[in-house]
């Protein structure tokens, strides 16, 4: 599991963040496959943070496979709403960092 621990006021500046964001990545019938796994590695490492919507996924299946991206996609799993969930993995270089934490 990723371990970047985030405060409440770290988490809800992300949401934040979060709301004026498209979903760049759908999430549909094939789950989660290889393929979708290299797709956020890359949106991670260009944005930080990625917002992901959940298509005809039921609400226990979509906390299932939160848990499961932040565990593999080695992202915290910021918070959902509904069919979407943001995913956040700060830049391991600090110049390149494009989200500032409060």
């Not at 549909?28 to 919507?53: C, N, W, Y």
């Not at 496979?65 to 959902?80: H, L, M, P, T």
């Amino acid at each position: 599991m990723y371990d970047f621990p985030l405060t409440g006021a770290q988490k809800t500046h992300l949401r934040g963040l979060g709301q004026q964001l498209a979903p760049a990545l759908k999430l549909g019938k094939g789950g989660l496959t290889p393929a979708f796994f290299t797709e956020l590695q890359k949106q991670l490492r260009a944005h930080e943070l990625v917002k992901l919507r959940f298509l005809g996924a039921e609400r226990d299946e979509r906390a299932a496979f939160c848990d499961q991206i932040a565990d593999e996609g080695r992202c915290v799993w910021v918070g959902s709403v509904g069919h979407t969930a943001l995913f956040y993995r700060q830049h391991p270089e600090p110049a390149a960092r494009k989200i500032k934490l409060p």
